[in-house]
């Protein structure tokens, strides 16, 4: 099994800055991707930014140009930093890993309980 958790939301002034914090434990012999996704009241789940274990990255216009995706390898741990937050930033933002337990397992997806992220104008 596989468990992720997340840290560091909370409510932030429009304009503030916030970091998130996924960690992943379990049985995980290497983790190929690692991303971040939120989800606003009422919408779908969308995705906010992601990191493959090659370190490239890719981000949501909507966040593009205020936001960085950073990974610890050796903690199995992801990170998204925000800043100049906005009021559509609202959401839970759940982490998600792509993961293999053995060498030879197909990859797996895991997913945080999310953490919630409220930018008040």
């Known amino acids: 099994q596989v468990q992720l958790v997340e840290s560091g939301g909370g409510l932030v002034q429009a304009g503030g800055s916030l970091r998130l914090s996924c960690v992943a434990s379990?049985?995980?012999?290497?983790?190929?991707?690692m991303a971040w996704y939120r989800q606003a009241p009422g919408k779908q789940r969308e995705l906010v930014a992601a990191?493959?274990?090659?370190?490239?990255?890719n981000y949501a216009d909507s966040v593009k140009g205020r936001s960085t995706i950073a990974s610890d390898n050796a903690k199995n741990a992801v990170y998204l930093q925000m800043s100049v937050l906005k009021p559509e930033d609202t959401g839970v933002y759940y982490c998600?890993?792509?993961?293999?337990?053995?060498?030879?397992?197909?990859?797996?997806?895991?997913w945080g309980q999310g953490t919630l992220v409220t930018v008040s104008s």
């Open positions: 998600k890993i792509g993961y293999r337990s053995t060498w030879y397992d197909k990859a797996l997806d895991a």
């Open positions: 379990g049985n995980i012999y290497s983790i190929n991707r």
């Open positions: 990191i493959s274990s090659d370190d490239s990255t």
